[in-house]
């Protein structure tokens, strides 16, 4: 039986026009006036656009002597909350482990995910095993790899190996994703920090200073440019960062920057708040910043120089944040978004006059889905596609908080904040999960989606190829040698 969704606003990366949208088995049938038959949901005063794709999460991923505490179940059902259908989650593989049994793990738990879900693969150690399972990964739909610049001795890889991931990604037409931020030296201002009794979460920020997020992403572009690999850097915080990206782009190369809903609304004065639960709460990597880099992501998002907006979901709950008290360097790293990314960009974004809504479905779905070679069946409002879709009420008000929130952790880091535009109702693959404020979600409704690899090119990298093409050198009265 058909479900259509009636007298609302399409919304989609360029287009807004009123009309109406069929579904019937999952996906978009029809689009067009007055169509009636099957199941009404009523749109008035709404606009129906692509239901948020997340790009960066970490579901129940095994980090800093714990686990995060929202799993595919809860974190799903948060993501359908705010009107999001779709996340991409980190296979983290264990030194030594393959990528292909990290990866079981993973299918293990995403069985229960309530929306439809990817993921990207951890380059977390390098050798010839990972070499080797890497084209197994990308056959199996998982074309995305991410490298962690940062957290020395344990995930992080050194200059060599990155190369190397590379190099092997840009044969196989896939897309390297780096954590940018120089590990060695957030080693040594930790270190230091704490020798000088600086133990406090004030003092996690002033071991990340934006420099060492700069250093990195300039660091990861260059050795993309070198491999031929496009890339694709994740929770850009900074102006440096940010502008790194910028000159990439405008250089031509195939570089792509995601800032986070936190970085966005939130600033480093929330490291400085007395109570040290809410400082520690609000610990992740890269940390808040002030408001001169606030305001760079922001007029990249409006600008285009930047493309994505996620969350990073990684969400610990008081008692796993506790675990840093008396040395900051074991917070757990990381913060809750996914039911809040959309209302929280519409209001500050949207609302303000910053994004248009068109660019609003742009950096929240379409963009994404493009990059990661699922578009149109994500990110799209078109006969065919997934009815992964959301109803959006412009007019729609709450108060963020904890106590009516989805995620299992005991706090919100937008807690207070006051969002209008919400959800009327969310809708994946054609199941309507939020209703009217009432959630319904089905666990294990969700399916995973396999993505293709891009041809392997890189085509801002001509000069370098033609460069290194190993050409013998002709010299009068020396004998010519390969280089
Ligand atoms: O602090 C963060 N971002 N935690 C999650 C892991 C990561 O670095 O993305
Ligand atoms: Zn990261
Ligand atoms: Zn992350
Ligand atoms: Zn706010």
Not at 12 to 41: C, Q, S
Request: glycine share 10%; proline share 5%; aromatic share 8%.
């Amino acid at each position: 039986m058909s479900t259509v969704i009636r007298n609302g606003t399409v919304v989609t990366a360029d287009l807004t026009y009123k009309a109406d949208v069929r579904v019937d088995n999952g996906v978009i049938t029809e689009i067009g006036p007055d169509l009636k038959g099957g199941t009404e949901l009523d749109a008035t005063g709404c606009y129906v656009m692509p239901g948020g794709i997340d790009p960066h999460t970490h579901l129940e991923m095994p980090f800093m002597g714990t686990y995060s505490s929202d799993d595919f179940e809860s974190g799903t059902r948060a993501a359908l909350a705010g009107g999001t259908t779709m996340v991409v989650d980190f296979a983290l593989p264990n030194p030594g482990e393959s990528l292909l049994d990290a990866l079981k793990r993973w299918d293990n738990k995403s069985t229960r995910a309530n929306c439809d879900y990817s993921f990207h693969m951890a380059v977390t150690w390098w050798g010839e095993q990972v070499f080797n399972d890497m084209p197994e990964v990308v056959k199996r739909g998982i074309t995305t790899f991410k490298h962690f610049l940062a957290y020395k001795g344990a995930l992080m890889v050194n200059d060599d190996e990155l190369f190397a991931s590379f190099s092997r990604l840009a044969e196989l037409g896939g897309i390297a994703l780096v954590h940018a931020e120089n590990g060695d030296v957030v080693a040594e201002l930790t270190a230091k920090l704490l020798a000088e009794g600086n133990t406090g979460p004030e003092a996690h920020a002033y071991s990340r200073p934006s420099q060492v997020e700069g250093e990195a992403t300039n660091r990861a572009i260059m050795i993309a440019d070198m491999a031929g690999v496009p890339l694709y850097v994740v929770h850009v915080s900074c102006e440096e960062a940010h502008e790194a990206i910028r000159r990439a782009r405008m250089q031509g190369k195939r570089v792509w920057g995601e800032p986070l809903i936190q970085h966005l609304t939130l600033d480093e004065s929330e490291y400085f708040n007395p109570d040290w639960d809410h400082a520690a709460r609000r610990v992740m990597s890269p940390p808040f910043r002030d408001k001169k880099h606030q305001d760079s992501l922001w007029a990249g998002l409006m600008s285009g120089s930047l493309s994505v907006v996620a969350t990073d979901h990684c969400a610990f709950t008081t008692e796993q944040k506790r675990m840093g008290v008396g040395d900051f360097s074991k917070i757990p790293n990381g913060t809750g978004g996914l039911e809040d990314r959309m209302p929280m960009l519409w209001t500050h974004g949207v609302n303000t006059g910053r994004l248009t809504m068109n660019e609003f479905v742009a950096v929240t779905s379409t963009n994404i889905a493009k990059i990661l070679n699922c578009y149109p069946k994500k990110g799209a409002i078109m006969v065919g596609a997934d009815a992964d879709i959301v109803v959006w009420d412009p007019e729609k008000e709450k108060t963020i908080a904890a106590a009516t929130q989805q995620s299992a952790i005991d706090y919100n880091v937008f807690e207070g904040h006051h969002v209008k535009g919400l959800p009327r109702f969310t809708l994946t693959r054609g199941h309507v999960a939020v209703h009217d404020g009432e959630i319904r979600t089905q666990e294990g409704h969700g399916k995973f989606v396999a993505r293709e690899a891009n041809a392997p090119v890189n085509r801002a990298l001509s000069t370098w190829k033609e460069l290194t093409a190993p050409r013998p050198v002709e010299r009068s009265g020396i004998p010519a040698t390969g280089v």
